[in-house]
Every structure is written in structure tokens, then in C-alpha cells.
């Protein structure tokens, strides 16, 4: 029997936090839903996970669809796209058997990828040894989310690109079904790239193809900016997102997303700090509900801190006993994001 391989990448670098992800986590079990009440899809599909963030790794190795459990997908910081596209290309080649002059293989895989962000690591070879490589490993879709996705990145991977605007549960959802559909009808053997046009969400205004001739220009300025904190009360992590302002070229605090407890544990590179100038508002800590947030001038940790603040604080990290400094201007630690 000949398989249908399928490969979903996702980004779970911290710009899919929250709404995103769990977007992309019920996605994946509707999707399944769908697939295993499908006689074709049941013979012929099989699927993987790879998930990056600052490491990339085949959270499901390919299994057919009767098999597969959905994984836990949780944030941290990077998006390390070359790592992935790399990964991509290692387990094509190991996972799907090639037709020869007595058997008839695999079909040609497909890999959709959804990533929001921009990569943090090197990923032009990737991408240029995916691109080139004949006969061509996989038809890929790759899927841009929200404001911040880099087009000229996605293009370098693949001609069919589409970028999903707004990033909502509900376009996520609509998002999966759509795949699983694609699917289902590759599974019955028509071999025709998948078109979007006869998606059901064709023409609901919040997803485009790109053109590769033709990219959306993409802002200068990085459009979010995420700060990693730390709540003075129950010492556990969370992040906060400042998105960008283009009117009044500031950051307004959007949202704080908790972080699972081993999330330092895997780095990304630091971008270079950014001065707390820019940045207005705050969102309450996840944990304990303080309203403010500050940055220890001993060992660089912010954290959450009770508005209005006390006349002395002690940091979460480094114990320091700290005074209030005032509100002058200082550098923010930022994460990669
Ligand atoms: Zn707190
Ligand atoms: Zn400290």
C-alpha cells in the first residue's frame, strides 16, 4: 500500500503563546477526527510532528493515523526554522521509501509549515537544500501567521505561502479543516497540488496566498517584543508581549502567558536589550495578579511588583533587598522570542 506522508511543522516559539497554540493543539484532534473517519485517509495517510522553538525535534515520528497521539505542545523561546527544515530533510529521506525500478513507493510527501515569526537561526542552507533538490523531496505549504511572519523567508522554502492575518482559535480551526480536507483528498490519489480557492474559508478575507513576485513589505522594527518576568510571590515564570504601535512608534503591553517551569533550560540568542522608553502599560502577573513589573539593578531578573510599590521589594532571583528607584529610563533584558 502506498502512503500519503504527512509532515506539520509548528512554531512554538513564544510568539504562538496563548490563543495560537491551543489553536494549533485542538487543531491537530479535529484534524484527526476527520482523517480517521475516512476510509482512504486511514489506509494511506501518515503523519509527523516536528515542532521548533530553540531546538527543533519529530515529536511524532510518521504514524499512520489509527496510531497517532496528539502531543502536548508547549512555548519557548527561538524559532529555530533552519534547524526544522533540516530535520524535515533527514526524516524524509529515512522515513519514506522511494519508488524503484520493482516498487512503487511512498507518494510525495506534504508538509505544511506554520510558523509567525522570524528565524533566529541560520536557515538559508536549509531552506536553499530544500528548494534545489531534485527530484523534489516534498510539495510544501507553508502558512504565515499574524503581522510579524518574514515572506521573503517563506519564499526561500517553498512557492506556496499564505499568510493567515489575524490569528485567532477560530481561524486556526478553520485553518485544520482545511488541511484535513487537502488531505483527504490526496489520500484518494489526486495527486494536484491542494488548492486554497476551494477551501471552505476561501473567501473569508483573513487568508491570502502570496505571491512570490510580490511580498508584503515587512516593518523594519521588530513588531513585538517579549519580556521574560518572574513573580515575586511564587517565584514562577511567565512572559509578558508588547506589541508595536505604528502610530505612535511605542510598545503597548498586549498580554502575559505563564511559562512551564523548565523553560530555561533551552536558550535562544538574546536580542539586544531595549530601553524602557518604549514600552507602556503593563499586564497583571498570571500568578499572583500584581499590576506593575520591575527589573532588579542587581541581577537583571524582572519580575511582577504590587502597584503602587512598597517602599522595599525582595528580588525572586537574587534575594537582593531593592528601593525603589525611581522611574528613570533603563534597559530591558529582552527574550528572543
Ligand atoms: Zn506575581
Ligand atoms: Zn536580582
Redesign the pocket.
Known sequence: MRRLPVYILIDCSESMAGEPIEGVQKGLAAMLNTLRRDPHALETVWISVITFDANAKQVVPLTEVSDFNIPTLSIKPGTSLGAALQLLAIRIKKDVQRTTADTKGDYRPIVFLLTDGQPTDNWEDAAAALKTVKPKLANIYAIGCGRDVDFNVLSEITDIAYHMKEVSGEMIAKFFVWLSASVQSMSQGAESPISLEKSPFANSGGFDLIDPYNLPIRSDVPLQVFLHSRCMNTKQFYMMRYVFIDEHKVYLAKSAHKLPDDFFSEGGDVPPAISSDLLYGGVPCPFCGNAGWGQ?G????ISCNPDPLPPQIQ?P????ILRDGGSGTFDVTRSSG
Open positions: 532588579c542587581n541581577c537583571g531578573q528580588c532571583t537574587c534575594l537582593a
